[in-house]
């Protein structure tokens, strides 16, 4: 039906419909009145948190209905969120590795929960930056986390040491440039977890896909690197390092050496916070400051062998001076927290001047106890048989010598009760105990003898162990790192017998995380494990007995140990010359022996 104004005259017009019409038109010219309740509003129309909404229902041909229309309850308008006052809003860089990014973020969430105002966002425009990148000149930057990562290779690995250009390059590509740090000359593969990739990633930029290279989680880290021998290595944070890995010299630079130029190191990560104003810097200097490598922490212990000054050895002293021995090496122990040395002789004041023969009755003058200072040394092992060869009564002034001295000394003493007696302390934070015996026989100080000497090894029998093994254990329980050792049969040759490695198992299998061989004059062999280092011999020290290679062949073991857990050995080795002076081994000389040795303990 067509609709006209009432005023036509051509056709019937509808004119209450009309009116109904007009008043339609009129209603929704209103604020707030809608023609279709499912119409959307306006952008300029009065929210209906303001307004009540009307409903209009239109009849096709009666009037209008004489019920109004029913306003509609507001929906409640939920406010906008707005900003906290003075907020701080922290951003944590997600490709930093997982266990710095997890950590760091822990950490602001607990400065927000004693501070309302700082926020853990996502967004990289925060007030506060968490990433790797340097700071710039004018920055307000505070350095966060330091993490210092180990080149390692299993430990029977002859190479010692490699380039930062090679690393780099082998990274990106050169498959080859490594090559030499395997014992057999063939490419090697590198082994990392996870989080070590992603440090990597941060200093060196993406690996080439060529690269061999393989994720590997952290806890099966050492055992596939083994695996995988002799073509492999690993890079790991320096503080995961322990007993089957062998650390790699980075451009000549030694993660076990104390006085090492952190700085210089290049496999170091640092994670800097960047704030944008000052309470920034504040809350960046509220949060801690962590490390993996602090020398604060860490404890080096030099470990030797045998040191008789007598025969050839004092013959030399005397003629060349009393430091000359030690002259070469002398860094080696002196850099050292705990220099030890396991002094077979006693003094004597009427000590008969030295000759190359004096043969097997020995004491040394007490001004060679210049060199024992010279070197550093402050722990006295007491475990040899040559301490009363000269009479057992010279054993406790020699005793008094090392207490004015400031040497402590352990694997004797003066009675029966104190040869048994462990040495503790505690070092850089970490709780070293050393505990000894000899096992090979002479000169002990026992239950009824009265006498001041070595200790026994085991109560009824010397070659049993049930005095040494209950003590290391105990001493394991208290939390000590057990460094033990042992005065055994002397070999002339690089391999143990099956029952010295038995025995040298056992002081290991009872706690010791260190067990050193103490007798050989002949140098011998290594056993590692998940439980710690075996030296079945390190050799002569200072003490004549020159006839045959293996007695001219050192080691001064240098053991690491940081926040409460043992890291591994620098093994430092020497060739000794003219009777007495052990000498730094040339790379081929130490190559040639580490060869021999790792072939004679079975790797």
């Not at 707030?32 to 307004?51: E, F, I, R, S």
Request: net charge negative; aromatic share 8%.
């Amino acid at each position: 039906m067509r609709y006209r104004s009432c005023s036509s005259r051509r056709a019937p017009v509808a004119c209450p419909l009309f009116a109904v019409l007009t008043l339609l038109v009129l209603t929704a010219c209103q604020p707030g009145l809608v023609a279709n309740p499912d119409d959307a509003l306006p952008a300029h129309t009065v929210p209906a948190a303001t307004q009540p909404v009307v409903r209009v229902t239109i009849l096709a041909t009666m009037p209008p209905p004489t019920s109004t229309a029913t306003p509609v309850p507001p929906t409640p308008t939920v406010p906008a969120p707005t900003a906290t006052p003075n907020a701080i809003r922290v951003w944590i860089d997600p490709i930093l590795p997982t266990t710095i990014h997890d950590a760091l973020a822990a950490q602001v969430r607990d400065e927000a929960r004693q501070h309302p105002e700082v926020q853990l966002v996502a967004d990289p425009a925060a007030d506060v930056v968490i990433n790797a990148h340097a700071p710039v000149t004018g920055e307000m930057s505070t350095l966060l986390v330091t993490r210092t990562y180990a080149v390692a290779a299993p430990f029977p690995t002859v190479a010692d040491s490699i380039t930062m250009q090679a690393f780099t390059a082998f990274w990106h590509g050169q498959v080859n440039a490594l090559n030499g740090m395997t014992n057999d000359g063939s490419q090697p593969t590198l082994f990392v977890d996870p989080d070590t990739r992603a440090a990597l990633v941060l200093l060196l930029g993406e690996p080439a896909k060529q690269t061999p290279l393989q994720l590997v989680e952290a806890r099966d880290l050492v055992a596939t690197t083994w695996a995988a021998r002799p073509g492999s290595f690993a890079v790991l944070p320096f503080d995961q390092l322990e007993a089957r890995w062998k650390l790699i010299w980075v451009d000549g630079q030694n993660l076990f050496d104390k006085q090492l130029d952190a700085d210089r190191y290049p496999l170091t990560l640092h994670i800097w916070a960047h704030a944008r104003n000052t309470m920034g810097v504040a809350l960046a200097q509220r949060l801690p400051v962590t490390t993996n490598r602090d020398v604060s922490r860490l404890a080096i212990v030099a470990m030797t062998g045998t040191t008789a000054m007598v025969r050839g050895t004092a013959v030399m002293m005397e003629r060349k001076g009393i430091t000359y021995p030690g002259q070469l090496i002398r860094d080696w122990m002196a850099t050292a927290d705990v220099a030890h040395v396991s002094n077979e002789v006693s003094f004597w004041d009427k000590c008969p001047p030295p000759t190359f023969n004096d043969g097997l009755s020995m004491c040394s003058n007490p001004k060679y106890m210049a060199l024992l200072k010279y070197m550093g040394v402050n722990v006295v092992e007491l475990s040899g048989n040559h301490l009363w060869d000269k009479g057992a009564d010279h054993l406790i002034p020699t005793l008094k010598m090392y207490d004015e001295a400031g040497m402590r000394y352990f694997a004797g003493g003066a009675t029966y009760t104190d040869s048994l007696k462990p040495l503790t302390m505690t070092v850089a934070g970490n709780k070293l105990a050393f505990v000894g015996c000899n096992w090979f026989g002479s000169d002990w100080a026992t239950p009824s003898n009265g006498l001041p000497g070595s200790a026994l090894c085991g109560a009824s029998n010397p070659h049993s162990l049930d005095l040494i093994t209950p003590t290391i254990h105990s001493l394991a329980q208290q939390g000590y790192l057990v460094i033990a050792t042992i005065q055994y049969e002397e070999y002339y040759f690089y391999q143990p017998t099956a029952q010295q490695e038995a025995d040298f198992k056992a002081l290991r299998d009872a706690g010791a995380v260190v067990v050193n061989g103490s007798q050989g004059h002949w140098v011998q062999g290594f056993d590692v494990s998940a439980n710690g280092f075996i030296h079945y011999g390190t050799g002569n020290l200072f003490f004549g007995d020159q006839e045959g290679e293996g007695t001219h062949q050192t080691f001064v073991d240098r053991h690491a140990f940081y926040a409460g857990r043992y890291l591994g050995v620098d093994l430092r080795s020497a060739y000794i010359q003219n009777y007495s002076q052990p000498r730094p081994m040339t790379p081929t000389e130490r190559a040639k022996l580490l060869r021999t040795l790792f072939a004679a303990t079975g790797y």
